[in-house]
Structures are given as C-alpha cells and as structure tokens.
C-alpha cells in the first residue's frame, strides 16, 4: 500500500498570505495526485487533479507541483473563504489520502 | 447536473448492520464506477472500496473487506453499501464519490451505540 505523509498537521495564516502544504508518497505516483479542500459537515470538493490542474471553478490563487514521491499544494493571498482542511489523495495504485492540514487565520 | 444523495443519519446498536444509499442523477450511472469512503469526524478519509455500475464489479480496500458490501440498483441509479458486525469503532460519516471523485455525496453519519 502507497502511504501519503502530509505537513504540517495545521498552518496559521494571515489574510494575504502565501501558505504551502507538502505530501510525499512511500514510492514514485507518477503525478497522480489530486488535492481536496474539506469545511466542516461538508463533503471534500476537489481542487487540484495530476498535480497541478485545476479543475473548474478552482481559483487561480490555488497550485500544486511536484513530481515522484514529491508534491506540494499552495495558497497565494490566502482568503476568509479558504479556511478549511486539506488533503492530498494518490491515486496511482488504489486510493490513500494524507493526514490533512487545517488551515487555520491567524 | 450531477447529484449525489445519501440517505440520512443511522443510529444502530453494536452487532447490528446498516444499509446505507446512494441515489444519482444528471449523468450515465450504469456506465459509471462509484467509491466510497469512511471518515470519522477530525480525521482523515479512508478509501472503503469501488463499484463498477457496469457489472457490478467490486474491488475493496482490504481493511474493509468482511466489513463493506458494495452493490447497484441501475435501474433507480442507485449505489448501496452494507456495513455488517457493527462496533464502535464504525461509527464515522461516510460518502459515496463517482470517479474520479470529483462529485460527491453529502454524507452519511453513522452511530453505533447500544
């Protein structure tokens, strides 16, 4: 089985800044990896697929990159409405999600 | 549109089990896979096992392999999944999600407590 080690556990941001989330695979996923943003109740809505496409409706100040066993997720000018958590999730070989990150205003 | 409608919260007793719904419109389910995932609250999101509409081909995560039972009505376009041999341990919100997850249910919450 793929395991996803994702940092930090939970960031503290202002508004306006630049916040970045780090997902490293046990073995090269070819850059199969989508990134999921989660508000509490809700279901997780996809952001990112293959590591740095948007899917629609994705805001540009969202991007991912990466390669092998190496992914990152970031937030430029981090808004009020993207407090939540995130997750990355491979899905190469079955499907794992990370441990999640809380993105929390500081 | 695409629409993913789970059926509502379950409270069963330990030993029991549970069918939980999955219920689809806006797009062509029999020729669709369906995931679904097990969440507890403040935690991460476990990958239970898929459905072909197809043929009703299954695939599991082993951890849930005894546990989940993937099934498909096409003709209500509706996913289903059985959770037997309920313990504490299950009590979790779970989604159904079509491939490549990018709609979703709402979630189902299920509690298990005698």
Not at chain 1, 15 to 32: E, F, M, P, R
Not at chain 1, 50 to 60: D, F, I, M, N, V
Not at chain 2, 40 to 53: D, H, K, L, T
């Amino acid at each position: 089985d793929i395991q996803m080690t994702q940092s930090p556990p939970s960031l503290s941001a202002s508004l306006g800044d630049k916040v970045t989330i780090t997902c490293q695979a046990s073995q090269n996923i070819n850059k199969y990896i989508a990134w999921y943003q989660q508000k509490p109740g809700k279901a997780p809505r996809l952001l990112i697929r293959y590591t740095s496409t948007l899917e629609s409706g994705t805001p540009s100040r969202f991007s991912g990159s990466g390669s092998g066993r190496d992914y990152s997720f970031s937030i430029s000018n981090v808004e009020s409405e993207d407090i939540a958590s995130y997750y990355c999730l491979q899905y190469v070989n079955l499907y794992t999600f990370g441990a999640g990150t809380k993105l929390e205003l500081k | 549109q695409v629409k993913l409608q789970q059926s509502g919260a379950e409270l069963v007793k330990p030993g029991a089990s549970v069918k939980l719904s999955c219920k689809t419109s806006g797009y062509t389910f029999s020729t669709s896979y369906m995931s679904w995932f097990k969440q507890i609250p403040g935690q991460s999101i476990e990958w239970i096992g898929m459905i072909y509409a197809g043929d009703g081909g299954t695939g599991y995560n082993q951890k849930f392999k005894g546990k989940a039972t993937l099934t498909v009505d096409t003709s209500s376009s509706t996913a289903y999944m059985d959770l037997s041999s309920l313990t504490t341990e299950d009590s979790a919100v779970y989604f159904c999600a079509r491939h490549p997850f990018a709609y979703w249910g709402q979630g189902t919450l299920v509690t298990v407590s005698s």
